[in-house]
Each structure stands twice: as C-alpha cells, then as structure tokens.
C-alpha cells in the first residue's frame, strides 16, 4: 500500500510498503479521510527520535486520523460500513495491569501509531480495533475529527485539573495544543482563559475563540495582566503547554496561593522547578500523557457546538503533497497552527 514513509532522520518518500492486513473479528477497516501533522511526526522527521523512542527502520507517520469504515469483523457491533469514525491511535494490551485500572494510557506495551517502531496512519487504509474507533457526529467533518486526537489531550488536561466553575485560567503556549486546552479549560467551567505566547497571529487567532485573553510575553508581563483580572491573587489553575524550560521553571509565578498546575509540553532537557516558591503556594502538580476515555466527550463537546476547532485548522495539503506538507510543518509561517493532509478529494 502507498503511504508516507520516514526512511530515516531527514528523509521521507511517499511509496508502497507492506502494512498488517490481517484483520480480526473485533477490528474495522477504515479508509483514511484526513490526518493531521503533529508536533510529533515533524521531530521525528528532524531528529529521528523522541526520548528513548528511536527510528532505527522505516515507519509511517500520522497520527490525528478520521476516515470512513468499509469493512468490519464478525464481532462488531457498534459500527457498519459507510460511518463516519475518527480513531484513538493508541492501542493498549486490554489484559495489562494498567488496562484494568483503567489507566491505558500508562500500558507500557501500548503500541501508538507513528511512535517506533509502530506504523502511522498517513495510508489510504488501516485496520483498528472498534473499541478505539468513533463515530463523528452529523455537523462534524473530517477535519474536525482529526482534530479529536489533540484535543483529546486538552481534555485529558482539563480533566487534571479539576476545574471548578468560574476558576481563572492561564495557559501557557498557543500552538494546537494549547489552544485546545483553553478550550477545553472553558468548556468546563473556567470563567476566562489568559494564553501567553510571543507568536502574536496566534494569540490573535485564540483571542477571537471564546473569553481568551492574550498575553504577548515578549512585550507584556504574564503576573499583571493576571493581577489586573484577579486582585493580585493570581491564576487558579496555570497549564504548561509550551515545553519551553524558561515558561516551566516560572510556572509558579502566575499561580495562586493553593492553586493548581498541569504540566502538558515536554522540555527538550530535564528543568528545575522552584519548590519553595511552590510549597510556599502549596500548588499542586498534576502531568499528563496522551489521554484515557475522552473521545466520546470530545467529540459530544464537538457535536454540541460548544468547542469549536475549525479555526485551528491553517492549511490543507492533499496526499500526493505529503513530503511538501511535512516541510511546510519543520518551518511553518507563525499563523499556522494545524496542517492537516486529506487523502481523499472532496
Ligand atoms: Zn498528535
């Protein structure tokens, strides 16, 4: 089958490769509609590796898929040909000990499409299993539903921080990730959102999606704009969600006395955090990886109209444009904030 292959660091072809057909009766097989261009994908096309997950052979990229299903096993019963799905690329063992308590995000044998030496998505068809795969809603596109995989850890985020109606927000970071945990943020309950960045088209783009304040912190101080908005007391809850060890090693200067932080971006070497300025705060500290059971709420936030992420959407290329995509994403213009491939035509 045709797919966007990462031959090695530096280096992608769009060619044919032989991709898993087997397909068992608890799977379905999807035609790939739209993927998304993660964070992810390009640094392992730049640098070939993530930490201690390294590309030692060739892999397919992608991730943030929707599609349509063509076939499905004996087994299934809640999806038919023809539905409109989007799918959690992260497959647990179900039997794992992390599985069971309900913490599948931390199976250590997850097999995560476009993490190595597990495939990626960027192919015309992929066989998954039904239990990660989900229907869109009527209004939802296929675009939207690619952004379902993002957001997914905006919610996951939201879910940490045990948001409680009216608490005052600040996310640090306004790429995809960001963005979506501030509307997560606000979708349960945060009163106003401030988003702190230095790429101003981008806190632009944030400002015009619900009660977002944007803070331009290459011209303006993150604490006051937040005194100003909270007598001084500073930020309920602070997300991190731009990796960069400068904005982690201050996140305690926003927070409030008591309040709550959630670490999303992964710095590129290991930070130091200021514990006395935060048990001085008695801040609490929550991480996240990837997510566990957020779709169907994803995507009824989605379906409701109450999140909307169409606006994140920059740039679509089509398949046969795929190398080109991922180039425009190593270096992309600083409107951008998701691009996205389509492998079918509309
Ligand atoms: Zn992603």
Known sequence: M??????????????EIDLPAAMGPHDVKIAIHTVGICGSDVHYYEYGAIGPFVVKQPMVLGHEASGTVVEVGQAVKNLRPGDR???EPGIPDPNSRAARL??????????FWATPPVHGCLTPFVIHPAAYTFKLPESVSFAEGAMVEPLAVGMHAAVKAKIKPGDLGVVIGAGPIGIVT???ALAAGCSQIVIADVQQPKLDLAAG?????PVNVARESL????DDLNEGWGADLVFEASGAVAAIESIHEPLCPGGRIVLIGLPIRPVSLDLVALNAKEASIETVFRYAHVYPRALALMGSGRINVKPLISRTFEFRESVEAFNFAVKPPP??????IR???E
């Open 209 to 213: 999606l619900g009660p977002i304040r």
């Open 102 to 111: 309900g913490i599948y995000n931390l199976d250590p044998a997850v097999r």
């Open 2 to 15: 045709e797919a966007l292959v990462l031959e090695k660091k530096g280096q992608l072809s769009l060619r």
């Open 343 to 345: 492998l079918v035509s």
């Open 335 to 340: 409107d951008c904030v998701k691009a996205q």
């Open 85 to 87: 799905v989007c799918m």
């Open 182 to 184: 501030a509307l997560a």
């Open 223 to 226: 604490r006051s704009v937040i």
